[in-house]
């Protein structure tokens, strides 16, 4: 009786399976995104400027992360990866957040939304050409199945001119996000292998901090913070603890059970998530377009997620 019931103790699966786990992980760090795309917007320019909005955004979530490692591993970063660190800081936490924030300024919610959706395309092809990820039909077929969903939201979408002096530029700073956010998501992959989740985010974050410092500081001190009424106070919240800080905290964790064109592809969900959003608090309407063009998009999700043993067992399957 006592063998048996060690037995079944040794042979019990896991609640739930880490890469289950992951796939949830990255959902969650899209969801989060896609609320952040109008949540951001409101804040700006009114009662802070884009780049004063990245200094609190990246000193809020290195006082997080350090605050946090206290009950992770004591790790020392090896002398040959600091450049890798520091290229991933830069890429990661200033070139994404800047060309982000100040492309909100300047463009539209959804522009934001739907541009970002370049980001698996870029991880997709980087991923392939510097660490060596396989490309497969399968996968290849679910990258373009999201784009071209997440392309036809925004076609076939109404977009508001308000609060929007500059839309041309900022799409194309959206898009310099996305790239840049695509490097960081390849190069920081080897890391990943190497160190906890808690060692590789305090210190990117805290070089981010120096990075950032000479663009930041003079929009981040010029804010009235004594008068910001509590709306704004709660967007900025969000901002930090939930698009910075538990956003790229769910991506690492994220990182160390899937692939980096993976997380990439989630990027896809952010339009429809933000069209949701949009809905949900009655500033935009769904239709028969957007119900396809959104399936369009969990569907290339879904293929770009399979692992090789489900593609596998689907063409036996066909087969058979």
Known sequence: MAIAKKQWKTQRKPFMDKRILALLAA???SLIYGIN?????????????PFGFIMLRVTGATFLFWLISIWGPKEKIDTKDWPRLIVCSMFGMMINMLAFFKGLSLSTPINSSVIVTITPIIVFVLSAVLIKERITFIRTLGVLLGFAGALGLVLFGEQTQQNAPNIALGNLLFMINATSYGVYLVLVKPLVAK??????????????????????????????????????????TFVVVGTTFSTYLLNIYALKQ?????????????????????????????????????????????????TKKEVTVAKRTNVS
């Open 195 to 236: 160190y906890h989740s808690f060692t590789i985010m305090k210190w990117v974050f805290l070089i981010g901090i120096v990075i950032n410092f000479p663009f930041t500081f003079s929009e981040f001190k010029a804010v009235e913070w004594t008068t910001l009424p509590f709306d704004a106070i709660w967007r900025m």
């Open 37 to 49: 795309h109008t949540v951001a917007k409101d804040v700006m320019p009114t009662y802070i400027q």
């Open 27 to 29: 959902f969650g760090a």
């Open 258 to 306: 899937l692939k980096a064109s993976t997380i990439g592809a989630f990027v896809y969900l952010q339009p429809l998530i933000g069209i949701l959003f949009a809905v949900a608090v009655g500033a935009d309407k769904l239709n028969f377009v957007r119900v396809v063009a959104g399936l369009l998009v969990f569907l290339g999700v879904y293929l770009v997620t399979k």
